[in-house]
C-alpha cells in the first residue's frame, strides 16, 4: 500500500510543478508588495474599531460611576422629608461618589421633579444638560415639600469624547454644541413621610 501512495505523491507533485509552469508569471508580474497594500487599506479599520471599543468602555464606566453616584445620593433625599437637600449638595454628592467624572462639578446637572400620582404621568424626556458652548446652567426644578410624594431624580453629565474624531466618538456626539455627549441617569423614589 505504500508504495502505491507514494507513487500517487509523486505524481501529484510532479502535475502541479508542471502547472506552475504553465501559469508561471514573469518578472514583471511579481507580487511581493502585495501585503502591505492589504495591511495599508485594513490598518485603518483595525484602529477604529479599537478606539471605539476603549472609548465605549470609556463611556459605560463613566455611566456606571454616574448611576451609583444617583443611588446613594437618592438616598439621603428619600429620608429628608424637610427638604434641606439642596440641588448644590446633591451635585456634590454624585460627584463626591463618581469621581471617574471629570469635573463634576461644572458639567452635572440634577433635577427633581414630582411624578403626579393620579395619571402617573412622568415629566418630559428631553432632560436639562449643561450647555458648555454658552456656558449656561439651565434652572433644574427643585421640588420642595417632598414628603411623601413620588419624586423623579435626574442626573445629566455632559463630557467629551476621548477621541472625538476617531471611532465611536464621532457617533455618539449628541449635545447641543456639537462636542459632547450625554450621560444621564435617573430614578424614581417615595420620599418616606415624618
Known amino acids: 500500500m505504500a508504495p502505491i501512495l507514494r507513487s500517487l505523491a509523486t505524481r501529484c507533485a510532479t502535475a502541479l510543478t508542471t502547472l506552475d509552469q504553465v501559469f508561471s508569471r514573469g518578472p514583471d508580474n511579481r507580487e511581493d508588495g502585495a501585503a502591505t497594500v492589504e495591511f495599508v487599506i485594513l490598518l485603518p479599520v483595525f484602529l477604529a474599531v479599537f478606539l471605539s471599543s476603549f472609548e465605549a468602555s470609556l463611556l459605560l464606566s463613566r455611566q456606571v460611576m ?3 453616584g444617583v443611588d446613594v445620593a437618592v438616598r439621603q433625599v428619600r429620608l429628608d422629608s424637610r427638604s434641606t437637600v439642596s440641588q448644590n449638595a446633591l451635585r456634590n454628592e454624585v460627584c463626591a461618589i463618581a469621581k471617574i467624572l ?3 462639578e461644572t458639567n452635572l446637572l ?3 421633579q414630582e411624578i403626579d400620582t393620579v395619571t402617573y404621568d412622568l415629566p418630559s424626556t428631553a432632560q436639562p444638560c449643561v450647555n458648555r458652548e454658552t456656558s449656561v446652567t439651565p434652572a433644574a426644578e427643585f421640588e420642595a415639600d ?3 410624594k413620588l ?3 435626574r442626573a445629566c453629565f455632559a463630557v467629551d469624547p476621548f477621541m472625538p ?3 465611536l466618538g464621532t457617533q455618539l456626539v449628541t449635545d447641543v454644541d ?3 455627549m450625554r450621560i444621564v441617569a435617573a430614578t ?3 420620599v418616606e413621610p415624618v
Open 110 to 112: 440634577v433635577e427633581l
Open 178 to 180: 456639537g462636542s459632547s
Open 146 to 148: 417632598r414628603a411623601s
Open 151 to 153: 419624586i423623579l431624580m
Open 66 to 68: 454616574l448611576e451609583r
Open 165 to 167: 474624531g476617531a471611532g
Open 102 to 104: 471629570p469635573d463634576c
Open 188 to 190: 424614581a423614589f417615595v
